[in-house]
């Protein structure tokens, strides 16, 4: 038998029969089993008999969600891991790069995908099974599927002295009051909510969320709100961010307020010259360059 994959270590394991498919079976078929292994937030291990003869598309919650329900046409962020089912190979993943956002919507995610994730809860890990297709990949697919948060889900910190005051919408998006003070000459960092997540390291690909206001007047100047899907860069490319969000751990909301003389990376403007500025961070994730966890 070509494919067998042995599985490598994982606190958490499932043995998927594709017994739900058996209203539509006959008594004499054998149900075929998916053992999927891996940690929460680390990339899975697929063990089958490949190849898989899949004739109709199945899904299944390895486990389920415990956050926020998914609502149909607002954003998702997810990771992926897809095998030809075949012979077992990697298609393509997102763990050794950034998780993926996107409208929860057919358009946007396709039927199958679309189904997979109605109905379900930020913190699921699901697996789907989907036959080949014309208007798809032309082969039998197996596909992991982590529904990750789009927002910030810490724990309160007070913040001190000398920060503007920052609230929250119903969406989660931050709302900023501003200060009627001049603004602090250095770098000043604030958690707003503390997660408990791994913390940020320098060389980190981070996926956030994030709102720019200026310091004087509180224009607001970048959001990410406005369509609610996160962003991901190299904190390499952005220096303030990059010594702000160091050690703070994924889940957190964290205040920076920049002063001029840091560049603005990803989002520097002429308009913003010589201009302090506050952002409000979501870390949402935070990996290493081609790792896979």
């Not at 990697?90 to 396709?110: F, I, K, M």
């Not at 699901?126 to 910030?152: F, N, W």
Request: aromatic share 6%.
């Amino acid at each position: 038998m070509r494919g067998l994959r042995r599985a490598r270590g994982g606190a958490v394991a499932l043995v998927v029969g594709l017994l739900a498919l058996a209203a539509c079976s006959t008594p004499d078929e054998v149900p075929v089993e998916i053992t999927v292994t891996g940690d929460a937030g680390a990339a899975p291990t697929l063990v089958y008999v490949a190849p898989l003869t899949v004739e109709k598309e199945f899904r299944e919650a390895i486990w389920a969600g415990t956050g926020p329900e998914l609502v149909d046409g607002a954003p998702v962020l997810i990771d992926y891991w897809l095998e030809n089912a075949d012979d077992a190979s990697l298609v393509r993943e997102s763990y050794s790069s950034s998780p993926t956002s996107q409208l929860l919507t057919e358009a946007d995610l396709g039927l199958d995908l679309y189904e997979t994730l109605s109905d379900q809860r930020v913190g699921a890990r699901l697996l789907q099974v989907v036959p080949g297709s014309e208007h798809g990949d032309p082969y039998p697919t197996a596909t992991v599927i982590d529904v990750l948060p789009t927002r910030a889900q810490g724990t309160p910190v007070t913040p001190g002295e000398g920060f503007p005051t920052v609230t929250e919408a119903k969406d989660g998006s931050p709302q900023l009051t501003p200060l009627e003070t001049e603004p602090p000459a250095t770098l000043r960092v604030q958690p707003l909510l503390r997660g408990t997540g791994r913390q940020v390291v320098a060389t980190d690909t981070v996926t956030v969320q994030l709102t720019g206001w200026s310091w004087t007047g509180g224009e607001q100047f970048d959001t990410t709100w406005a369509s609610g899907l996160p962003l991901s860069f190299s904190l390499q490319d952005v220096p303030a961010w990059q010594e702000g969000l160091v050690d703070q751990p994924v889940g957190s909301r964290v205040m920076l307020v920049v002063p001029p003389s840091y560049a603005l990376g990803v989002t520097q403007s002429e308009e913003l010259a010589g201009q302090t500025v506050v952002f409000v961070v979501d870390i949402l994730n935070a990996r290493t360059p081609g790792g896979t966890s």
